[in-house]
């Protein structure tokens, strides 16, 4: 987690915070001790010590206390995720330029691929993910909202819209519901592996991975591909 980046990202989402190397050490601890405790066993003791810090230090920048910290983090860390979710979904299929018929199925196996991979790839927000599905009742409502708003909200919208221009291109039948087939395309390319790798925590094999992605591809082209 670069500090510099954080900073840039806590100022975008809390505009009267200060930028000083305290806040990102305060981050820092925040990230790691929530995605070891969970939100719920997290103590600030523990994080303001993990940070070298005090206790006042934290709360003068997270007057909400833990609740305020876990919502920022939560924010800053899904917005790092997005932003490569959406690198990797223009670099696989760029609505402007729709694959060809043949080359669908490999467009959209790259992009199940690039996308699960993340789950390696940023292993201490999908930690905090893990958390957050297990303790759902005990997370502050706003720090929910807070988490889809800032990373999972915009990444599906902009899959819907690539899923409609292709269905615009004739390469799939979407029924008239893109959502829906950006949904479906989701459970069907990731579900299975975060449910036995427990959100990465216990990979599966590569050749295991390949295998339900590919699976989840060409179930999802059974579905939505359009006619020939």
């Avoid at 500090?3 to 190397?21: I, K, L, N, Q, W």
């Avoid at 810090?53 to 833990?66: D, E, I, Q, V």
């Avoid at 917005?79 to 990797?88: A, H, I, P, S």
């Amino acid at each position: 987690m670069a500090s510099t980046d954080f900073e840039d990202g806590m100022a975008a989402s809390r505009p009267r915070r200060g930028r000083g190397d305290k806040a990102a050490a305060l981050a820092h601890a925040a990230c790691e001790v929530f995605g070891r405790d969970g939100y719920t066993r997290a103590s600030i003791d523990t994080i303001a010590a993990e940070a070298g810090a005090s206790t006042r230090t934290l709360y003068n920048h997270f007057p909400g206390g833990k609740a305020e910290l876990f919502r920022s983090v939560m924010q800053w860390s899904a917005g790092q995720v997005r932003d490569e979710q959406l690198v990797r979904l223009r670099k696989c299929l760029d609505p402007q330029r729709p694959p060809r018929p043949e080359d669908l199925e490999r467009d959209l196996l790259a992009l199940a691929r690039a996308w699960v991979a993340l789950m390696t790839d940023f292993r201490d927000h999908f930690s905090l993910v893990r958390h957050i599905h297990g303790e759902a009742g005990h997370v502050p409502t706003e720090a929910l909202d807070a988490w889809q708003e800032a990373g999972p909200r915009p990444v599906s919208r902009e899959l819907t819209v690539v899923m409609a221009a292709l269905a615009d291109h004739g390469l799939l039948d979407v029924h008239g519901d893109p959502a829906q087939a950006t949904a479906h395309f989701m459970v069907l390319i990731s579900a299975d592996i975060v449910q036995r790798s427990y959100w990465g925590v216990i990979p599966l094999p590569p050749e295991e991975t390949d295998r339900i992605t590919a699976v989840g591809v060409q179930t999802f082209l059974r579905a939505y591909g359009a006619a020939r």
